[in-house]
């Protein structure tokens, strides 16, 4: 949680969090498809962790590592 060490990262009362796992340079059409289900499964494996994080989530974005090299 990156707001831990700098809370101007996220509105007040907010944190910033980030989930992350290893994730193939795809094909963007095999990312498109599959981006919904990957972030979805996820929230799932880490709302295991924290109980109630999916509602508590205003915004969610995933990408790649095609994404990232873009950015």
């Known amino acids: ?4 060490a700098d809370p101007a990262l996220a509105p007040p009362g907010e944190h910033l969090f980030l ?3 290893l994730a193939g ?3 963007a059409s095999r ?4 981006k919904e289900r990957v972030l979805e499964r996820m929230l799932s ?3 295991d962790v924290v109980p109630g994080l999916r509602p508590a ?4 974005e995933a990408g790649t590592p095609r994404t990232l090299e873009r950015y």
Not at 1 to 4: C, G, Q, R, S
Not at 57 to 60: A, D, E, K, P, S
């Open 25 to 27: 340079y795809a094909p």
């Open 57 to 60: 989530t205003t915004f969610c």
């Open 19 to 21: 989930l992350t796992t």
């Open 31 to 34: 990312w498109r498809r599959d």
């Open 1 to 4: 949680m990156p707001t831990l």
């Open 45 to 47: 494996l880490a709302e």
